[in-house]
């Protein structure tokens, strides 16, 4: 116990010797690199972080929902129907991900919570029947729909709209309605308790886009 404080006490010393001979040298911030440095890209507008930390959060948890219903129906009559859905959120999120590092936008901190969250919701309507996977696909990709239509509308009346975010957005928009419309298609409303799990699942969708937006 006694070696183990005296240790950690040396650990401290240490660690302020270093500190305090950073700061006191007067080279500490000499700039010893001769290369020119490439300008500094303009800080995304409150908006476009906004968005594109939320669509970023919305992409991940898409990628996952549908992994989650792969796992459990992807061998199934519906694998190939639910696989194409996927492969089109997976470049959605791959977009989102170069988009979140080109305008340097902070991810959500709630990343790690929604993908085991996305996950266990797809994986747990699927374990439900293909019905209740495609209810779960509906409400999702109604609340997207929505949400990517209400985002539009912002850049279109902000001041300088961002024309690669607006023309990302509208076809990312058009392929979540074609999920909507296949989820439809495929027997969504004939899911056990229809009405009551796409409610649910709205509200928790709507929720964690309130929260992404912000943190
Ligand atoms: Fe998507
Ligand atoms: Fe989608």
Redesign the pocket.
């Known amino acids: 116990m006694l070696r183990t404080a005296s240790s950690a006490g040396k650990q401290i010393i240490r660690l302020s010797r270093r500190c305090s001979t950073a700061t006191s040298s007067p080279n500490a911030n000499a700039n010893t690199d001769s290369k020119p440095k490439p300008p500094l890209r303009p800080r995304p507008t409150p908006l476009t972080d906004e968005i594109i930390r939320v669509d970023h959060a919305g992409e991940l948890g898409?990628d996952r929902i549908y992994a989650g219903q792969m796992a459990i129906l992807g061998n199934g009559p519906m694998g190939k129907t639910i696989e194409h859905?996927w492969e089109?959120?997976k470049e959605?999120r791959k977009q989102f991900e170069h988009l979140i590092q080109h305008h340097r936008v902070r991810p959500t901190v709630m990343a790690p919570i929604w993908n085991v969250a996305a996950f266990a919701l797809g994986a747990g309507t699927a374990l439900m029947g293909e019905k209740a996977a495609m209810a779960c696909t509906v409400a999702?990709?109604t609340v997207?729909v929505e949400h990517y239509n209400d985002q539009l509308r912002q850049i279109m009346e902000s001041p300088n709209p961002d024309k690669e975010l607006l023309e990302t957005i509208t076809k990312f928009r058009d392929?979540?309605q074609e999920?909507h419309d296949t989820g439809i298609d495929c027997g969504a409303e004939q899911a056990p308790f229809y009405n009551a799990l796409t409610e649910v699942i709205k509200f928790g969708c709507k929720t964690a886009i309130a929260i992404s937006k912000k943190i």
């Open positions: 898409a859905m089109q959120e959605h999702v990709e997207i392929e979540e999920h």
